[in-house]
C-alpha cells in the first residue's frame, strides 16, 4: 500500500494568511494527487486533481504543486469559508489512499 | 448536473450484512468507476473499492473477504453489501464517481451527501 502522510495535522491561521499543506507518498505516484476540503457534516469537495489542475468552480486562491513523492496545497490568502479539514488522496495505484487530514483552524 | 444520493439501513446488527445502495440521477451510469468511501466519526477518509459498468471490480484488500458490489445500469445505481460487521464497521458511508480512468484523469469528482451506518445490537 501506498501510505499518504499530511503535516500539519492542525494549522492555525488567520483571514488573509498564505497556507501551505504538505503530503508525502511513501512511493512515486507520479502526478496522480487529488486534494479534497471536508466541512463537519458534509462530503469532501474535490478541489485539485492531478496535483495541479484546479477542479471547476474552485477559487483560484487554491492551488497544488509537486510530483513523484512531495506535494503542497496553498492557499494564497485563506478566506472565512476556507476553515475545513483537507485531505490529500492518492490515485496512482490501487489500493487509493487518502492521507490522514489536516484541519486548519481559526486563529 | 450528476447527483449521488446513498440510501439503506442506518442501523445493523453485529455480525449481519450492511447493505447501500447509491441512485445516479442527472446523467448515465455507464463509462465510470463508481466508489465507496467510509469514514468513522471523527476520522479520516477510507476507500472500500470501485465497480466499473461492466461489473468488473477493485476491493480495499483489508476488506475485501467482506466486500461485494454490484451495478444496475438500468435503473441506473450501484450497491455496496458489506458481511459480517462489527462495531469497527460504524460509519459514514459515500458513494463517489471516479473519474480516474476517463479523459480527465480526475479522481473523486463526484460525492453523495453519506449515509451513517451504526452497527450496534
Known amino acids: 500500500d501506498i501510505q499518504m502522510t499530511q503535516s500539519p495535522s492542525t494549522l492555525s491561521a488567520s483571514v488573509g494568511d498564505r497556507v501551505t499543506i504538505t503530503c508525502r507518498a511513501s512511493q512515486s505516484i507520479s502526478s496522480w494527487l487529488a486534494w479534497y476540503q471536508q466541512k463537519p457534516g458534509k462530503a469532501p469537495k474535490l478541489l485539485i486533481y492531478?496535483?495541479?489542475s484546479l477542479e471547476s468552480g474552485v477559487p483560484s486562491r487554491f492551488s497544488g504543486s509537486g510530483s513523484g513523492t512531495e506535494f503542497t496545497l496553498t492557499i494564497s490568502s485563506l478566506q472565512p469559508d476556507d476553515f475545513a479539514t483537507y485531505y490529500c488522496q492518492q490515485y496512482n495505484s490501487y489500493l487509493w489512499t487518502f492521507g490522514q487530514g489536516t484541519k486548519v483552524e481559526i486563529k | 448536473q450528476v447527483q449521488l444520493q446513498e440510501s439503506g439501513p442506518g442501523l445493523v446488527k453485529p455480525s449481519e450484512t450492511l447493505s447501500l445502495t447509491c441512485t445516479v440521477s442527472g446523467g448515465s451510469i455507464s463509462s465510470y468507476y463508481w466508489s465507496w468511501i467510509r469514514q468513522p466519526a471523527g476520522k479520516g477518509l477510507e476507500w472500500i473499492g470501485r465497480?466499473?459498468?461492466?461489473?468488473?471490480?477493485n476491493y480495499n484488500p483489508s476488506l475485501k473477504s467482506r466486500v461485494t458490489m454490484s451495478v444496475d445500469t438500468s435503473k441506473n445505481q450501484f450497491s455496496l453489501k458489506l458481511s459480517s460487521v462489527t462495531a469497527a464497521d460504524t460509519a459514514v458511508y459515500y458513494c463517489a464517481r471516479d473519474s480516474r480512468s476517463t479523459g480527465s484523469g480526475k479522481a473523486f469528482d463526484i460525492w453523495g451527501q453519506g449515509t451513517m451506518v451504526t452497527v450496534s445490537s
Open positions: 465497480i466499473y459498468t461492466s461489473g468488473s471490480t
Open positions: 492531478k496535483a495541479s
